[in-house]
């Protein structure tokens, strides 16, 4: 199964790239908020996470397979759980997926149904169904912070889920404790602990 895709980026279009490999050129389907991300890629490697899956009618043994790009893990994760939900799959989500992740997260977690079916092919019914199934699942994509993509791997991505938990848990409001923990997160900021992410909080909401 193919998890990873790495070659030079011949061709981008609406709904896909070109991806060269050796004297082959594979076809790879993306969503729009990683298409825009590859536009200025033209003619350079680039390397996408990626899965694969067959479509088509296998009672008619029509099964053609197909990739699917990203640029990160947190992407490739997201696009699963929002497939996961009935009646989405993988169509659905691809031509869902115009705004960047966190957004649309947030727009779950805060069970933003507007906003939710304002996506393509999303309706009203289709949001509440996405909030009702994937609203607590939401967490490490809505505190994606700018320069910054928690990898599954990372322990620090823990430790801030973890930091905002504790503080939904104290009365904030979602977007309250997002912003907070945005504000003393950044880019190669190390922590050792939650207990130090909402000391750090607490001693600049005084300053």
């Not at 659905?92 to 649309?104: G, H, N």
């Not at 430790?159 to 923990?181: C, F, K, T």
């Amino acid at each position: 199964m193919i998890n990873r895709i790495t070659g030079q980026l011949v061709a981008i279009n609406e709904t896909h790239a070109s991806i060269r490999i050796g004297g082959l050129d594979y076809e790879v389907l993306l969503p729009d908020v990683v298409r825009r991300q590859l536009q200025s890629k033209l003619n350079s490697e680039v390397s996408l996470r990626a899965i694969e899956y067959l479509e088509g009618n296998p009672q008619q043994g029509r099964m053609v397979p197909r990739i699917v790009g990203f640029m990160n893990d947190a992407e490739l994760e997201f696009f699963e759980l929002f497939c996961s939900v009935d009646g989405v799959g993988v169509k659905k989500a691809l031509r869902a997926m115009v705004r960047p992740v966190r957004e649309i997260a947030v727009s779950i977690e805060e069970q933003d149904a507007k906003g939710l079916s304002a996506l393509p092919g999303i309706g009203p019914a289709m949001a509440e169904r996405i909030i009702a199934k994937l609203r607590r699942r939401m967490t490490r994509f809505a505190l994606m912070i700018a320069s910054r993509v928690p990898d599954e791997a990372d322990p620090k991505s823990d430790l801030v889920s973890e930091a905002y938990e504790a503080l939904l848990s104290v009365g904030h409001s979602p977007q309250d404790a997002r912003e907070r923990i945005e504000t003393v997160v950044q880019p190669g900021r190390k922590f050792k602990s939650v207990e130090d992410i909402l000391t750090e909080i607490y001693q600049k909401q005084r300053r």
